[in-house]
Nanobody
Framework: QVQLVESGGGLVQPGGSLRLSCAAS????????MGWYRQAPGKQRELVAT???????NYADSVKGRFTISRDNAKNTVYLRIDSLKPEDTAVYYC?????????????????????WGQGTQVTVSS
């Protein structure tokens, strides 16, 4: 069983930066694509960034240019660097193994291929 543990969130002022981390147990991490999701209160969970096994990245238009996803397979860890934080970025951020991004407008979605979610890490952007 793979366990996903997110960390690195916090309370940040608009314009600030954070680096989120997701540690995945088990031996399957390195052979699967990885993604970051977020869910704001009252809203559907959305997929904001993905990274393939060979490092190719993709981003939702809502975050492109501000978010950077990376991975360290040796550490079974995926990262999300968030710059120029906006209040609309406030959400609980989760990692998982994504399917293909399905984008409508600036927001994207994808059903994960793994059925279990971690607790996520809260990002709050407020002055």
């Amino acid at each position: 069983q793979v366990q996903l543990v997110e960390s690195g969130g916090g309370l940040v002022q608009p314009g600030g930066s954070l680096r989120l981390s997701c540690a995945a147990s088990g031996s399957i991490f390195s052979i699967y694509d990885m993604g970051w999701y977020r869910q704001a209160p009252g809203k559907q969970r959305e997929l904001v960034a993905t990274i393939t096994t060979d490092g190719s990245t993709n981003y939702a238009d809502s975050v492109k240019g501000r978010f950077t996803i990376s991975r360290d397979n040796a550490k079974n860890t995926v990262y999300l660097r968030i710059d120029s934080l906006k209040p609309e970025d406030t959400a609980v951020y989760y990692c998982n193994f994504p399917g293909t991004m399905d984008c409508s407008g600036i927001v994207c979605y994808a059903q994960p291929i793994y059925d279990y979610w971690g607790q996520g890490t809260q990002v709050t952007v407020s002055s």
